[in-house]
């Protein structure tokens, strides 16, 4: 992965006027977003506005056809996927991508593999120090499983277990990496109202030592945790700003609600989307 100087100095990640088509179809055309050390931002906007096709190019699953993206402020000239974990970036997926024929704890300790010390060779011939490195790495697992409440479910494989633990177990994966951007795509997604105040809560933690991206539809969520809010449309970006703004942008709710405020009934309209629970911005009942 090649690097060279130009990205802003004051971004942990920056993407500038990225494009993604696929044949006809524009999936994102002239994006550009940024976030800081530290920072919570939520990506928002209506289904098939481009929000995982973004997540996607910042992961190197997808070349974008033009722009460019820089970590703390020199430019990557191409993202590889399998460098992220070294560079400090995790992600969760909508599902929950566990390895349903490993335990928890070893999915868990896979999100660990950035602090393995030993090579391949130390641990087939079953050298003390490989050891002593697996001990440890199971130690990082068990304690994040602990910090989310899953320590008990550790020998289990993630098939047997209920949704919203799959997803507490994929995001201790994530987490155990220590990463300094972690990358959140629908969370909420399959959350009743107790799991989604300890996602919140958890979100919340994060601000100011870890900067999370957060794609999601449960505006309640987004409302509540992010510093600022970009929103997409169409593949392009409409708005962006802390999350009041975002609440009263006519743009924002001609994107959701499909007619600007005031200009006819929208009763009973919703945010495309949206989960039951969740809300347009500004609190419209979805």
């Not at 929000?51 to 000239?77: D, Q």
Request: charged share 25%; with cysteine.
């Amino acid at each position: 992965m090649g690097e060279e100087e130009g990205g802003d100095p004051g971004a942990l990640f920056e993407a500038r006027a990225l494009t993604v088509r696929f044949g006809g179809i524009t999936a994102l055309e002239d994006v550009s977003v940024s976030i800081a050390a530290g920072e919570v931002l939520g990506v928002i906007g209506p289904n098939g506005a481009g929000k995982t096709t973004l997540f996607n190019v910042m992961c190197g699953f997808t070349r974008p056809h033009s722009g460019t993206m820089a970590w703390e402020g020199r430019t990557l000239t191409h993202m590889r996927a399998h460098r992220l974990a070294g560079m400090g970036i995790a992600r969760t997926l909508q599902g929950v991508g566990l390895f349903g024929e490993l335990t928890v704890l070893e999915n868990v300790v896979a999100g660990a593999e950035r602090f393995r010390r030993t090579g391949l060779v130390s641990a087939v011939l079953g050298l003390p120090r490989a050891d002593r490195d697996e001990r440890q790495l199971r130690e990082r697992a068990l304690a994040a499983l602990a910090e989310l409440g899953c320590e008990d479910v550790a020998g289990r494989h993630p098939t047997t277990l209920p949704f919203p633990i799959q997803k507490r177990v994929a995001l201790a994966r994530a987490l155990v990496a220590e990463p300094r951007l972690l990358l959140l795509d629908e969370p909420a997604g399959g959350l009743g109202a107790d799991d989604l105040g300890d996602l919140t809560e958890r979100i919340r933690a994060l601000r100011g030592t870890t900067a999370v991206m957060l794609v999601e539809h449960r505006m309640d969520l987004v409302m509540s945790v992010c510093d600022r809010i970009v929103v997409l449309d169409f593949g392009s970006v409409i708005a962006e700003g802390p999350p009041a703004a975002i609440g009263r942008d006519p743009r924002v709710l001609e994107a959701y609600l499909g007619q600007e405020p005031g200009s006819g009934d929208s009763r009973g309209a919703s945010a495309p989307g949206e989960t039951q629970g969740a809300s347009a911005p500004g609190g419209a009942a979805a």
